[in-house]
């Protein structure tokens, strides 16, 4: 009898000790949830009083904490900066690693004026600081605010969608090139869109059309297309993001989310 309430002591200490152990690391990975949605910008907050464009943007980690990141700045009085991209892997590295390359990319994005130049300097200095082989893909834009002028560069990104008033929907494709941090020294090129008033451009990440349901077919591009095409030449960038986002939810249902899910919306309203 001894022996065996010993042993029950002892198993109750353990399972005392193993719960104490969880809470700590669910707190410290709260802890690191808040601080990563932290760093992303507001961008209705951000642009409140912008009357030449409207921008939105929605992140959902799959799991406490991920690898997708968005950022937008304006780089001067009228250029406005912005980008969408997805560290390869998930959970507590890639959410250090999407740390690391925002920070290193809105520094590059501060410095220069080129698009391609911004993209060669913040391959090299990512990839100076990833000893785990990591890799971002990236579609980045500066958009002359006056004019509606969109210069972009796609690093291994998904094309995004784009439509003018009244238009058809389209993808704006690119050749761009690899992913940072898959060839060092890759001069990217840089392509240009002129926007007309009220045209406006969606980018995603992969975790948007490759979402899987519980049965494993995944999401697809035919379907994100086929709800940007529905909605309204009127609708805010807002409610494009939240027209895909509950779409999304209604696909996967009760599945576990297979990956991050990122949604970036720019609608150009003129120069004036």
Known sequence: GIVLAEALSEAD?????????????SGELESARRIQMGLLPAPRALFARETRFALDALLEPARTVGGDFYDCFMVDAHRLFFVVADVSGKGL??????????????????????LGTLMLRANAEVSRENPESLFVTAFAGILDA?????????????????RRPGGALVRLEHAGGPPLCVIENFSYPV????????????????????AMNASGEMYGAARLRAVLSGQADAATPAERLAAVRADVGRFVGAAVPSDDLTLLCLRWDGGA
Do not use: Y
């Open 13 to 25: 200490e353990q399972r005392r000790r193993l719960r104490e152990q969880a809470a700590r690391v």
């Open 93 to 114: 590295p890639a959410s250090l690693f999407m740390a690391l390359s925002k920070t290193l990319l809105k520094s590059a994005a501060r410095r220069v004026d080129d």
């Open 146 to 162: 006056r004019s509606g002028t969109l210069e972009f560069c796609n690093a291994g990104h998904e094309p995004p969608f784009a």
């Open 191 to 210: 392509a240009r869109h002129s926007l007309a008033p009220g045209e406006w451009i969606c980018v995603v990440t992969d975790g948007v059309t490759e």
